[in-house]
Nanobody, 123 residues
Framework: QVHLVESGGELVQAGDSLRLSCVVS????????MGWFRQAPGKEREFVAAIKPHTRNTYYADSVKGRFTISRINVENTVYLQMNDLRPDDTAVYYC????????????????WGQGTQVTVSS
């Protein structure tokens, strides 16, 4: 059984930083594209960032480029999302997701999801 467990979300102030973590079990992590998505109240889930399994190429939503960094440690089956200069509109539930090696930013390509971690940014 596949499990993705996120952690690290909390209430912070605008301009602060947070690092989210996601530990994966039950799936071949080293061949999986890993992604972070987020969903704000009343909005659809949206792509935030993704990282390829072998090349470690990264992809970002325009809204987070230059502020967020996705990384992975394959031997630990863990993917991270470093979030700097947080803004109130970054407030959302952040989800970790896993896909095959050819996925990038399409939500439908991701078949395994975590339960999410809440990030709240106050102004």
């Amino acid at each position: 059984q596949v499990h993705l467990v996120e952690s690290g979300g909390e209430l912070v102030q605008a301009g602060d930083s947070l690092r989210l973590s996601c530990v994966v079990s039950g799936r071949t992590f080293i061949t999986s594209t890993m992604g972070w998505f987020r969903q704000a109240p009343g909005k659809e889930r949206e792509f935030v960032a993704a990282i390829k399994p072998h090349t470690r190429n990264t992809y970002y939503a325009d809204s987070v480029k230059g502020r967020f960094t996705i990384s992975r440690i394959n031997v630990e089956n863990t993917v991270y999302l470093q979030m700097n200069d947080l803004r109130p509109d970054d407030t959302a539930v952040y989800y970790c997701a896993a896909a095959g090696p050819f996925a990038t930013d399409r939500l439908d390509d991701y078949g395994d999801w975590g339960q999410g971690t809440q990030v709240t940014v106050s102004s």
